[in-house]
T-cell receptor, first 115, second 114 residues
Framework: DAGVIQSPRHEVTEMGQEVTLRCKPI?????LFWYRQTMMRGLELLIY????????DSGMPEDRFSAKMPNASFSTLKIQPSEPRDSAVYFC?????????????FGDGTRLSIL | AQSVTQPDIHITVSEGASLELRCNYS??????LFWYVQSPGQGLQLLLK??????LVQGIKGFEAEFKRSQSSFNLRKPSVHWSDAAEYFC????????????FGAGTILRVKS
């Protein structure tokens, strides 16, 4: 089991640039979650998908953020345009069918720095 | 609003000493409860979970937690801490009142002194 794979591990870019974060969930997992972790706000759920369909995006901070899941093995989180306050660690997690009976498996995260 | 409280931001214990990390939640029914651990530069790893049944649950790495409905608590314990346990620990709560989502506490940073 390869686990949840996120890329890149680190991203440094200038404000105004487009940023794309990538996630490959564990094979067979039906749920995919995107989280953001900051010192000020802790771990926040941004959006989650079930069977590639976005179910709840109420945590997406604003229209500059978008997420897609074109197939069961790939998801992206895009920020356009990026701002310094978007600097954070972004985690992707996946879980199998079963809702909260099944724990979420986290990737190692993408550390994003917007200058 | 539903919430999860970890009252201790930092805890320092000596190696070999016992550990208890506190977690309190607000929720109407019996929630799904989890403890995760995060080492620097890594993602969160599940330590243990509680859904129903025996209120004392065993997890990995020698950790256990006890669900106490009357106190709305789910405290994490370990009888003897090892230096490798130094990390940040998160309590998380989920249930129908939260949708299919987890709400995480702010985390407790554990330091282990030798």
């Amino acid at each position: 089991d390869a686990g949840v794979i996120q890329s890149p591990r680190h991203e440094v870019t200038e404000m105004g640039q487009e940023v794309t974060l990538r996630c490959k969930p564990i094979s067979g997992h039906d749920y995919l979650f995107w989280y953001r972790q900051t010192m000020m706000r802790g771990l926040e759920l941004l959006i989650y998908f079930n069977n590639n369909v976005p179910i709840d995006d109420s945590g997406m901070p604003e229209d500059r953020f978008s997420a897609k899941m074109p197939n069961a093995s790939f998801s992206t989180l895009k920020i356009q345009p990026s701002e310094p306050r978007d600097s954070a660690v972004y985690f992707c997690a996946s879980s199998p069918t079963g809702g909260l009976n099944q724990p979420q498996h986290f990737g190692d995260g993408t550390r994003l720095s917007i200058l | 609003a539903q919430s999860v409280t970890q009252p201790d931001i930092h805890i320092t214990v000596s190696e070999g000493a016992s550990l208890e990390l506190r977690c309190n939640y607000s929720y109407g029914a019996t929630p799904y409860l989890f403890w995760y651990v995060q080492s620097p530069g890594q993602g969160l790893q599940l330590l243990l979970k509680y859904f129903s049944g025996d209120t004392l649950v065993q997890g990995i790495k020698g950790f256990e937690a006890e669900f106490k409905r009357s106190q709305s608590s789910f405290n994490l314990r370990k009888p003897s801490v090892h230096w490798s346990d130094a990390a940040e620990y998160f309590c998380a709560v989920g249930g129908t009142e939260y949708g299919n989502k987890l709400v995480f506490g702010a985390g407790t940073i554990l330091r282990v002194k030798s």
